[in-house]
């Protein structure tokens, strides 16, 4: 959640945005990790979001984000930091 305790919700037309106050079904993500496969999370690894409609997290070039891309490129893949 955020500092404000909102969760990421992706709608089905590919907004995103963090403006939901409860987990439920639009807020839920699938973590995929390109690094490591063993379901481990660690720092320096690459993943992906998948969203509840089965599109991928993506950050844009002006920096807005959406849950829009049907596949995995290089802007649908992020860095993990602890």
């Given at each position: 959640?955020?500092?404000?305790?909102?969760?990421?919700?992706?709608?089905?037309?590919?907004?995103?945005?963090?403006?939901?106050?409860?987990?439920?079904?639009?807020?839920?993500?699938?973590?995929?990790?390109?690094?490591?496969?063993s379901?481990?999370?660690?720092?320096?690894?690459?993943?992906s979001?998948?969203?509840?409609?089965?599109?991928?997290v993506?950050?844009?070039?002006?920096?807005?984000?959406?849950?829009?891309?049907?596949?995995?490129?290089?802007?649908?893949?992020?860095?993990?930091?602890?």
């Open positions: 959640s955020t500092q404000a305790r909102y969760y990421l919700r992706a709608s089905s037309n590919g907004n995103l945005h963090a403006k939901s106050s409860a987990i439920n079904f639009f807020e839920k993500f699938t973590l995929l990790n390109h690094s490591d496969n379901g481990c999370l660690k720092n320096g690894d690459s993943v979001l998948k969203s509840a409609h089965n599109k991928y993506v950050a844009e070039s002006n920096g807005d984000s959406n849950a829009n891309r049907s596949s995995v490129g290089s802007w649908e893949r992020f860095t993990v930091t602890f």
